[in-house]
């Protein structure tokens, strides 16, 4: 075989693997997803592979996922509402149903046109919150689809925005730090934040603007389906760790250097707010931050 062959089949093959990928992406709403709430402010698009939540003056919407979880690599495709959304909260994230719950959130912050929306980050640990860090985007989220990621394992858990890696929350335990271990499910919601969401809450919702509407897509889901009930054998925990699911390779306990300078810059650039450095808040350094 020469080396064009090699080449013609290494695009074939790279091609059939890209195609599978989509394939994968490419899952109906219902097979891993329930509407929580607001059911008739939910409109499924595109057979099924886009879904539509509306926020207006009576209701927003929600959907989680049907299994809870105890390790993966999370995404959502979201396209955020357009133009005047002061005191609309977009949120994706991972949560526990117990009193002291685990948590790993995006929320998307709204406000008024033509003025910057916030993404805001927060880890709860065992119902201990008070995590957040927030970013400026470096581009349009309402123009288009763009995926957030949440990487869990018990190394650590990393918020991305698309192949950036913007956060990490590393598996401190060994220094008194809580880490996130309960079976979270996964859930997408749209809601009237306008009491705090900006400018603290100085700016409000303009309903002559409703019904607002973020856009869903991407529901295949690469978790390690985990109930409350077998969390509790830690056998049955530990299987979410193993190496039987990819996220728990070598290659996913830190970053690789292209990762890690592109994390760097992303938030000496676009961070504007870090619960490590505030001392109004946190008189003494968070463990985890030193």
Not at 182 to 201: E, F, N
Not at 231 to 260: A, G
Request: with cysteine.
């Amino acid at each position: 075989m020469n080396s064009c062959q090699v080449i013609f089949f290494a695009v074939v093959l790279l091609c059939e693997v890209l195609q599978l990928s989509r394939a994968r992406d490419d899952v109906n709403f219902d097979v891993n997803y329930n509407i929580t709430w607001g059911k008739d402010h939910v409109l499924s698009l595109n057979q099924g592979r886009q879904v539509q939540l509306s926020m207006d003056i009576q209701s927003g919407a929600g959907f989680g996922s049907k299994l809870s979880y105890g390790s993966g690599f999370f995404h959502l495709r979201i396209k955020l509402p357009g133009k005047d959304s002061a005191g609309v909260v977009t949120a994706y994230y991972l949560t526990s149903t117990t009193i002291n719950h685990d948590e790993l959130d995006f929320e998307f912050l709204g406000n008024r046109e033509g003025k910057p929306i916030t993404l805001q980050t927060n880890v709860f640990v065992n119902g201990q919150g008070n995590r957040e860090q927030r970013f400026r985007f470096w581009f349009d989220p309402t123009a288009d689809f763009h995926t957030y990621k949440i990487l869990w394992n018990q190394h650590h858990v990393v918020f991305y925005v698309d192949e950036i890696p913007i956060r990490i929350f590393k598996n401190n335990t060994n220094i008194g730090v809580s880490y996130p271990t309960q079976p979270m499910q996964i859930v997408a919601s749209l809601w009237d934040g306008d009491s705090w969401a900006t400018d603290g809450g100085q700016t409000k919702t303009n309903w002559s603007h409703a019904p607002f509407k973020a856009h869903f897509q991407g529901f295949n889901v690469n978790g390690c389906p985990l109930d409350i009930q077998n969390s509790l054998n830690i056998l049955v925990q530990q299987q979410c760790y193993s190496s039987n699911y990819w996220w728990n390779d070598r290659k996913f306990w830190k970053l690789d250097k292209i990762q890690q300078k592109a994390y760097q810059q992303v938030r000496q650039k676009y961070m504007n707010y870090d619960y490590c450095s505030d001392r109004s808040r946190h008189p003494n350094i968070p463990p985890e931050c030193k």
